[in-house]
């Protein structure tokens, strides 16, 4: 299991930016994927985006593609989600989640962080 910190939630008007964090303190592993996971209320656990730690492209959910972009700085063990034209239906818990494989990333199965809130007002 990995340590994940995330960072960088908020409120912001529809159309609007937020940048999220995920700090990854100590050893990391470049087998992982990194990724975003949301959860809104009611609604069940999405994927949001993915990449691979060791490189590679990133893996985007439809609804998000073309407005987040997900990067790393492995110099500083951080995975970055660039959140663009934000909507109303952005708005959910956002987890930065650590796994073997995107396919169970939802799951639970790997590593998770905290969760920060993203509001987006229209």
């Known amino acids: 299991q990995l340590r994940l910190v995330e960072f960088g939630g908020g409120l912001v008007e529809a159309g609007g930016s937020l940048r999220l964090s995920c700090v990854v303190p100590?050893?990391?592993?470049?087998?992982?994927?990194m990724g975003w996971i949301r959860q809104a209320p009611g609604k069940e656990r999405e994927f949001v985006a993915a990449?691979?730690?060791?490189?590679?492209?990133?893996y985007y959910a439809n609804s998000v593609k073309g407005r987040f972009t997900i990067s790393r700085d492995k110099d500083k063990n951080t995975v970055y989600l660039q959140m663009n034209n934000l909507k109303p239906e952005d708005t959910a818990v956002y987890y930065c989640a650590a796994d073997r494989s995107i396919a169970t990333m939802t799951t639970g199965s790997g590593s998770w962080g905290q969760g920060t809130q993203v509001t987006v007002s229209s």
């Open positions: 990449i691979s730690w060791s490189g590679g492209s990133p």
């Open positions: 100590g050893r990391t592993f470049s087998t992982y994927y």
